[in-house]
Structure formats: structure tokens, C-alpha cells
């Protein structure tokens, strides 16, 4: 059978979102695994999204421990499903991005693909960004023609949106090519800042955004960031959007209470999302949410409340789970890349035309 896994670890480095697809005419999910991330990795892995001494010895390091619990989590998967590795034709891994920069010409993921083959038995493909990325494109995002084979239709103008780390949208309409581009932060700035007040990882459902308010000037300062202002193919990451850009934005406002941040954030998220989708689409009639943010019941409030004619809704009501796409989308980049089918959208990241991605590593 066509089976193939998908290795997915996203820029909230929570941990490696595993997913087995068939992929026939069609992609079906069959089963996933979830392996949390150990946080001393958590912590090297952050670490190296930012310049400091010994990074290449630092990330050789990291990356085999990353392919180690990647290997643990796909021996798990697989014992749970009663398969052997020659019953999967192969891993599609994306790697741990640390820095993207397709400005200057480089985007790096470390996962040490010949490890993986090697500790699995499984023919590994990874390495997916940087095909593109030497054809003139932004290396990201890659999901939008995954995102086109599952919910592409011919009724009405419908968008896709990832809302992970960091937010990405794909956005679908008969007879027009696939578009895509990053928005901005999801959950990245969230995060960081709930984790700094409270210790938690995340703000579950929004309750500590919803439980602050809005503070409009600082939301404009946000706004004010060029990013905002640029028109796609275009992709951000941690190089931009961090804790560093926070605190600087902060400046202006020292007495603001974090609870407000906070709501403020989730805000600009909601927004960044919001203008970018009908400045690109205006007319859209369903927004279809995947990510972890699908499950922050107050950012869907908030998307739903400035997109009152829009029918936002998750993956899931399409049969797909929210938390399991990207993955799944790794997944069927291997299988693009093993069958000889190009990937890549140019209308989507800006590259000089299609390109086959990825690079295969036998078992």
C-alpha cells in the first residue's frame, strides 16, 4: 500500500506531530502520534534561532536528538499500527527551522535526514525548502498546493488558513493559481508572552487574551510593522517576530497591564489574518482553519466577528484534523517528490517556475 509518514516540528516547538497517510487518488490520515519536545532540547533548539558561540557544533548536537525522538515516535506509530518500516515507503521530514532568511538566500532546517533512514529503516525525504528557494523563491510556504489538493472546489472563493507559530494563508479559487503567503504571528508572540507571566506553555482557549482588553494604539504601533504593509510572496519567522520585537513595541506603552498585552496580541493576530485575507481575496465564503490556533476558541471568535460574511470554520469539519495537517502535507511532499511531481507554487512563493522538492535518502 502507498503509505507514507509525515514528521512535522513547527516553530512553537511543542513537539513532532506525526502522521500516516495512504496516498492514493486521494490523501487519507490512518493514524498519528504526538512526541512532546524535551524541553532542554526546547530550550537548544530556541537558542539557535538566534546568533551565539559554537552553533554548528550546537546544532549537530541538537539535530540528532531530534532525529532520535523523531525515530522513537515513528517506531511507536508504527508498533500502535502493527506495520514494519517496509510497509511505509517514506518519511517526508521538514526538519527544525532555526533561521529563515530567504532575503539574504538561505533557510536552514536541521533533522540530519541519513540518520533517520538510518535509524529507522525507512527511506527519508527532507530538505524541502531550498529548491525553491534557489529558483527565486521564499522557501515558504509549501503547504498551499497541499492545502489546493485537499479543499480546492468550485464554489465560492475559499481560503485556507495555518494558524501555527506563525500564520500562513492559501487562498482557492476556480480557475485562478493557488496563492499563499505568511500574515504574520499566530501563536509564536502568544506564547512567549503567557510563558513569561504565567509559566504556561500556551494560552489555553484565549482565556487569559479574553480576559484583558484591547489597547488600540498599541495595536496600531503593532500594525505599523513593515511587514504588514508588504505585498506576498512573502514569509516571516523568529528572525522577525519575537519576544526582542515585543519588548521594543513596549517601550512607548511601560504601564500597560500583560493581560492587555496579551488580548492586544491575539488582536493583531486576528487582524494581520483578517487584512491580509481581503486585500487578496476580498469575497472570500469560508475561511477553513488548521493549527493549533484552530483550537483557541477565542481567536476563532475573534476571526468569525471581523469576517461577518465569511463562514470560518476548522479543518475539521471536512473530515481533516486540525492539528495533523502540516504533517500530513510532509507527508505528500515525499510522495510529490518520489513520483517526480513538482511541489512548489510559484504564484505562491515567487520562485521562477515548478520545481521537483526535496532530497531522497534510501534506507
Avoid at 492545502?147 to 507559530?165: D, I, M, Q, W, Y
Wanted: aromatic content about 6%; overall charge neutral; glycine content about 10%.
Amino acid at each position: 500500500m502507498p503509505y507514507y509518514l509525515g514528521v512535522m516540528s513547527g516553530t512553537s516547538l511543542d513537539g513532532l506531530d506525526i502522521a500516516l497517510i495512504e496516498q492514493t487518488n486521494r490523501t487519507s490520515l490512518l493514524a498519528t502520534h504526538y512526541m512532546p519536545m524535551p524541553a532542554l532540547l526546547r530550550a537548544d533548539m530556541l537558542a539557535l534561532c538566534a546568533t551565539g558561540p559554537d552553533e554548528i557544533a550546537r546544532a549537530a548536537i541538537a539535530e540528532q536528538q531530534w532525529v532520535r525522538l523523531a525515530a522513537q515516535g515513528i517506531a511507536l506509530l508504527l508498533q500502535q499500527n502493527s506495520l514494519t518500516p517496509s510497509d511505509i515507503r517514506a518519511i517526508g521530514s521538514h526538519g527544525q527551522t532555526i533561521r529563515h532568511e530567504p532575503s539574504q538566500g538561505f533557510t536552514v532546517q536541521i533533522g540530519n535526514p541519513a540518520l533517520l533512514a538510518e535509524l529507522t529503516g525507512i527511506c527519508v525525504v527532507g530538505d524541502f525548502r531550498r529548491r525553491d528557494l534557489a529558483a527565486g523563491g521564499q522557501g515558504a510556504p509549501l503547504v498551499p498546493a497541499f492545502h489546493e489538493s485537499l479543499f480546492a472546489t468550485a464554489k465560492g472563493p475559499r481560503a485556507v488558513l495555518n494558524l501555527g507559530g506563525f500564520s500562513n494563508l492559501t487562498l482557492l479559487e476556480a480557475s485562478k493559481p493557488v496563492q499563499g503567503f505568511d500574515c504574520g504571528p499566530g501563536n509564536v508572540l502568544l506564547d512567549a508572552w503567557v510563558h513569561r507571566h504565567r509559566g504556561e506553555a500556551y494560552d489555553r482557549d484565549g482565556a487569559w487574551a479574553a480576559s484583558g482588553h484591547v489597547q488600540p494604539l498599541l495595536l496600531k504601533v503593532f500594525l505599523n510593522d513593515p511587514f504588514f504593509s508588504t505585498q506576498g510572496p512573502k514569509s516571516t519567522g523568529r528572525e522577525l517576530f519575537n519576544l526582542a520585537w515585543l519588548d521594543r513595541q513596549l517601550r512607548q506603552f511601560p504601564t500597560i497591564a500583560a493581560a492587555d498585552v496579551q488580548a492586544t496580541l491575539l488582536e493583531l493576530t486576528a487582524c494581520s489574518v483578517v487584512d491580509a485575507l481581503t486585500t487578496a481575496q476580498a469575497g472570500t465564503a469560508e475561511l477553513l482553519v488548521c493549527g493549533g490556533g484552530a483550537r483557541n476558541g477565542a481567536l476563532m471568535g475573534r476571526l468569525a466577528a471581523l469576517l461577518p460574511n465569511c463562514k470560518v470554520t476548522s479543518t475539521q469539519a471536512y473530515g481533516v484534523p486540525a492539528d495533523w495537517v502540516e504533517a500530513m502535507a510532509f507527508a505528500w511532499l515525499a510522495h510529490c517528490c518520489l513520483e517526480g511531481l513538482p511541489a512548489n507554487r510559484p504564484s505562491v512563493t515567487g520562485a521562477r517556475g515548478l520545481r521537483v522538492l526535496g532530497a531522497i535518502y534510501p534506507a
